[in-house]
T-cell receptor, first 112, second 111 residues
Framework: EAGVVQSPRYKIIEKKQPVAFWCNPI?????LYWYRQNLGQGPELLIRYENEEAVDDSQLPKDRFSAERLKGVDSTLKIQPAELGDSAVYLC??????????FGPGTRLTVL | GQSLEQPSEVTAVEGAIVQMNCTYQTSGFYGLSWYQQHDGGAPTFLSYNALDGLEETGRFSSFLSRSDSYGYLLLQELQMKDSASYFCAGLFTSGTYKYIFGTGTRLKVLA
């Protein structure tokens, strides 16, 4: 069974540029999560989807971040414009049960 | 709000037993999960406790005490490959549910 797929794995951009991350969850997992993880810290939830509905986006900085999961399968997270403080690893996860989440390899974003 | 606290670092020798603790705020608490993350890797699920007591999976065991708002992950027969960060994650419910990760404990296993 294929795991959670994310791309790109690495991205380096200059501040004020846009960036997008893509995630394909494990087949059959209706719940999809986007997390941000700073160095030495635990993952912080940005948004959670149940199928195509965003059921928790309370931690998403909506002035610059947006996400979509149009057909209830794969998802895109966008930042526009990026700021220096957005440098982090962006993790996508999927699950059938909330307490057992399967994570993708993440996208390491560096904003210069 | 909900938060989970973990010691930042633990060091142990190969073959030993190590316990990594996690304390949480009780408001809306439902259950506690544990994840392992190697440097540069993704978190991987280890265990989940919804009830008080010990859950064992091979060399890994996880314990929960709701009355003490406390849990721990126990690793036995430590191996070098166990060097990683370990995160507890609490499931909290208040209308909807929230899954919040702890601050993480970095485990160093010495030869």
């Amino acid at each position: 069974e294929a795991g959670v797929v994310q791309s790109p794995r690495y991205k380096i951009i200059e501040k004020k540029q846009p960036v997008a991350f893509w995630c394909n969850p494990i087949s059959g997992h209706n719940t999809l999560y986007w997390y941000r993880q700073n160095l030495g810290q635990g993952p912080e939830l940005l948004i959670r989807y149940e199928n195509e509905e965003a059921v928790d986006d309370s931690q998403l900085p909506k002035d610059r971040f947006s996400a979509e999961r149009l057909k209830g399968v794969d998802s895109t997270l966008k930042i526009q414009p990026a700021e220096l403080g957005d440098s982090a690893v962006y993790l996508c996860a999927s699950s059938l049960m909330t307490h057992e989440q399967f994570f993708g390899p993440g996208t390491r974003l560096t904003v210069l | 709000g909900q938060s989970l606290e973990q010691p930042s670092e633990v060091t142990a020798v190969e073959g030993a037993i190590v316990q990594m603790n996690c304390t949480y705020q009780t408001s809306g608490f439902y259950g506690l999960s544990w994840y392992q993350q190697h440097d540069g890797g993704a978190p991987t699920f280890l265990s989940y406790n919804a009830l008080d007591g010990l859950e064992e999976t091979g060399r890994f065991s996880s314990f929960l005490s709701r009355s003490d708002s406390y849990g721990y992950l126990l690793l036995q027969e430590l191996q070098m490959k166990d060097s990683a960060s370990y995160f507890c994650a609490g499931l909290f419910t208040s209308g909807t549910y929230k899954y919040i990760f702890g601050t993480g404990t970095r485990l160093k296993v010495l030869a």
